[in-house]
């Protein structure tokens, strides 16, 4: 793979089909979007960031340059926000619209998941998912721009780690736990009765 630093914040990728095959992904797998092409392409954000010392933690924009010949081209455009700072510059007459934001966290264990909600009660209340994947359970929150994630945040990543996995991607290729209010089930079936 060659990875070629366009700008501050725009990347070029060349990766052959030869490689793509030797990891298990071909062509197809890339144009249905597949969980293979995502577990590369995430293998591959990683080379990036260690090997440019950039953060690709931001919102990022794809541009397939070139998939002909014998090398897949991508061109990278980060970009990097605090999406929590970025809802203050939003005028207060919307605010009440929002919907808030989807996040995912990856907990290591279900003992995990039971003791942030236990320690944390305003948990309880958010709009949450819970799904197993690959030894891990991953809750997707549903959080308040304004106070919900921020109240939390400390005691959160004290029991999980961020996750880039989408809840879109976890309802196709992982085991649903539980669908909605999964916060509040995990407290009464496993909390509450403690």
């Not at 990347?11 to 490689?19: A, F, Q």
């Not at 989807?102 to 948990?123: P, Q, R, S, Y």
């Amino acid at each position: 793979m060659k990875i070629e630093r366009l700008s501050d914040n725009k990347v070029k990728l060349s990766i052959t089909y030869e490689e793509l095959r030797e990891k298990g992904c071909s062509k197809k797998h890339i144009l249905e979007d597949s969980y293979i092409w995502h577990e590369i392409f995430d293998e591959m954000l990683d080379v990036v960031e260690e090997q440019l010392e950039i953060d690709t933690g931001g919102m990022i924009a794809i541009e397939v340059h070139s998939m002909a010949g014998e090398e897949l081209v991508l061109i990278l455009t980060i970009d990097h926000f605090d999406f929590l700072s970025e809802m203050e510059d939003v005028p207060a007459e919307t605010e009440g619209d929002m919907t808030g934001c989807e996040l995912t966290f990856k907990f290591e264990d279900i003992e995990n998941v039971i003791g942030f909600i236990h320690d944390e009660k305003k948990v309880r209340n958010i709009q949450s998912s819970l799904y197993y994947f690959k030894d891990a359970y991953y809750m997707c929150f549903s959080f308040d721009f304004d106070s919900q994630y921020e109240s939390l945040e400390a005691s959160l990543l004290e029991y999980a780690a961020p996750s880039s996995l989408s809840e879109e991607l976890l309802k196709e290729y992982a085991i649903l736990v539980i669908e909605v209010d999964a916060a509040q089930k995990v407290y009464e079936w496993f909390v509450k009765k403690v």
